[in-house]
């Protein structure tokens, strides 16, 4: 069963609710914004998958989708075969999130914030495992330090330290070097490549194509919603003939000779 299954996936959202006098005057609705259309895709256990695209094509949603916080107007989607919706539980046992904003809460510590984290999926003593991470995102001298003290790089590795808490199989990465040093940027990727390795899942989403280009195995480019290509990253540069995958990206965001370019 593959580590993430999207099938036929389509969001819309809401058109904003109408005004009191749209209400009266009996206009028609606006239809909403589709952010998903037709969404269809697999990855495979073990893989590094690469999800691209330009602002708005809808990574963020599709990732919302898969963690449960926004629920798919048709298709359906699993985390390790536990659909997102039916076995909700498990499908988010099985995934970790980094996700694109940086949200924390300003009173708790960095091992506090962990230890919260552990607890909402039932994990009580896991000091042993958050020491680890700890130690490997270069956090160890932090873990007394308030959140709110922390720069906004550090407060980026706590937050891939609480998707990581309870060891899930799948880590699903939102822009996770956004406004981030160099530095933490290879630090980030030696640790995350070394979980790839070790057998985790990873599902990254980037606007630096090559970081993308060196780190994923295969890639989905999404455009307005749909997925316009989806291979390995060696076959995309091959197809269409670009430099690097830079160049791939704009050749097929911007030409419709290379949209629908999929194994
Ligand atoms: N909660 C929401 N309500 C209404 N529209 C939304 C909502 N969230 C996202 N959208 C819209 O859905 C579309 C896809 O947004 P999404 O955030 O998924 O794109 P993205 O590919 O992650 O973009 P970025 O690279 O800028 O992070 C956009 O047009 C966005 O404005």
Not at 46 to 67: D, R, V, W, Y
Request: glycine share 10%.
């Amino acid at each position: 069963m593959p580590a993430l299954t999207l099938e036929n996936i389509s969001k819309i959202y809401p058109a904003r609710p109408r005004s009191m006098m749209q209400w009266l005057s009996s206009s028609p609705q606006a239809s909403g914004l589709r952010a998903l259309d037709n969404v269809s895709l697999t990855v495979e256990h073990g893989e590094f998958f690469g999800l691209l695209g330009p602002n708005g094509a809808g990574k963020t949603t599709l990732i919302s989708i898969l963690a449960g916080l926004a629920r798919a107007s048709s298709g359906t989607a699993k985390v390790c075969g536990h659909d997102v919706v039916t076995d909700f539980k498990q499908s988010r046992r099985s995934l970790g999130v980094v996700p694109q904003e940086i949200v924390y809460d300003p009173f708790f510590t960095v091992r506090e914030s962990l230890r919260l984290q552990s607890g909402y999926f039932g994990l009580r003593h896991n000091d042993d495992w958050i020491d680890e991470v700890l130690g490997n995102l270069g956090l160890s001298d932090k873990a007394d330090v308030n959140m709110r003290a922390l720069s906004g790089g550090m407060k980026r590795r706590v937050l891939v330290a609480q998707a990581l808490v309870h060891r899930p199989p799948v880590i699903i990465l939102d822009e996770p070097t956004a406004g981030v040093d160099v530095d933490l940027r290879r630090t980030l990727w030696e640790f995350i490549a070394r979980l790839n390795k070790e057998g985790h899942t990873i599902l990254l989403t980037t606007h630096y194509l090559e970081e993308a280009e060196a780190l994923c195995g295969r890639i989905a480019m999404l455009k307005g919603g749909r997925v316009v290509a989806l291979d390995t990253t060696a076959a995309l540069l091959a197809r269409v003939g670009g430099t690097d995958l830079e160049d791939a990206f704009v050749r097929i965001m911007n030409d419709d000779e290379f949209l629908g370019v999929t194994a």
